[in-house]
């Protein structure tokens, strides 16, 4: 995943990136695949925000044009992944 940043090392965080990994396997998604799903999405939004002095709060409103953005490439693109080894 190519996004984010060290600014993405402050306070509530991961909290964040936890938050929207939980929200996608409780929408059904594999484990892997939310997984690497909520890591872009978390950096995206991070990058979306623009500024290095970044708390929590920023990331979680950028998060829905992130998912949007993923919407988006999932539809023009062949994201297709291996099947999850995870039971």
């Known amino acids: 995943v190519d996004a984010g940043g060290p600014w993405l090392a402050t306070a509530g965080s991961g909290d964040v990136l936890s938050g929207i990994a939980g929200s996608l396997l ?12 909520a890591v872009w999405m978390h950096g995206d939004a991070a990058d979306l925000a623009r500024h290095t002095s970044l708390v929590a709060g920023d990331i ?19 994201l297709s992944m291996p099947d999850d080894p995870t039971p």
């Open 26 to 37: 409780a929408a059904g998604l594999p484990p892997l695949r939310a997984a690497g799903a």
């Open 60 to 78: 979680v409103a950028e998060t829905a044009t992130a998912v949007w953005f993923l919407t988006e490439l999932e539809f023009s693109t062949d």
